[in-house]
């Protein structure tokens, strides 16, 4: 299910992926989504794949219901 979000990539991305920047702090990324107004931090990885991987699935746990709601009205 493709998911009815803007997931067009902000001119200041430069991580190359929505929800997930690098902590040069933290040197750790960083993966995030945001949904109905509130953003839920998802934490800090080691590696990218692991921060896109965790955006992925939350894609999956918060949204994907959402649009599943909508859909069937």
């Known amino acids: 299910m493709e998911l009815a979000t ?3 990539l902000k ?3 430069s991580s190359g992926v929505t929800g997930g920047s690098y902590s040069k702090r933290d040197k750790r990324w960083r993966s995030y989504i ?3 107004h509130i953003r839920y931090e998802l934490g800090y990885f080691k ?3 692991s921060a896109i991987q965790a955006r992925k699935k939350a894609e999956k746990e918060l949204v994907e219901p959402i649009l599943k709601k909508y ?3």
Do not use: M
């Open 11 to 13: 001119a200041n991305n």
């Open 34 to 36: 945001t949904v109905k």
């Open 71 to 73: 859909k069937n009205k």
């Open 47 to 49: 590696d990218k794949e």
């Open 6 to 8: 803007s997931d067009k």
